[in-house]
Nanobody, 126 residues
Framework: QVQLVESGGGLVQAGGSLRLTCAAS????????MAWFRQAPGKEREFVAGVNWSGGPSYYADSVKGRFTISRDNAKNTVYLQVNSLTPEDTAIYYC???????????????????WGQGTQVTVSS
């Protein structure tokens, strides 16, 4: 099973940007869909962005389209999430996740992801 470690979170003012990084170890992420989820206090964990194992188009929650960008670098075994134009509603713990089954298309369902990081806190002040 792959181990995932997120970093790059922090406190930022509304309108600001961050670059979240997910470093994988233990096995390659190549061949696996990768995604970012987030969980705000008192709310359920939700899909934010994902990318298929083969690359190609990325997929985003409607609430972050046009502001967030997911990318993957299989050579570095790393996934990134560039978050721009942040609002207080983006405040949450952001989690990186790896697909459970190799060569399976991206899903937005939490149960389709078998490996999770510990999360990185993003706090946006107004």
């Amino acid at each position: 099973q792959v181990q995932l470690v997120e970093s790059g979170g922090g406190l930022v003012q509304a309108g600001g940007s961050l670059r979240l990084t997910c470093a994988a170890s233990g096995r390659t992420i190549s061949g696996y869909a990768m995604a970012w989820f987030r969980q705000a206090p008192g709310k359920e964990r939700e899909f934010v962005a994902g990318v298929n194992w083969s690359g190609g188009p990325s997929y985003y929650a409607d609430s972050v389209k046009g502001r967030f960008t997911i990318s993957r670098d299989n050579a570095k075994n790393t996934v990134y999430l560039q978050v721009n134009s942040l609002t207080p509603e983006d405040t949450a713990i952001y989690y990186c996740a790896a697909g459970r089954t190799p060569y399976r298309s991206l899903s937005r369902g939490i149960s389709d992801f078998g490996s999770w990081g510990q999360g990185t806190q993003v706090t946006v002040s107004s």
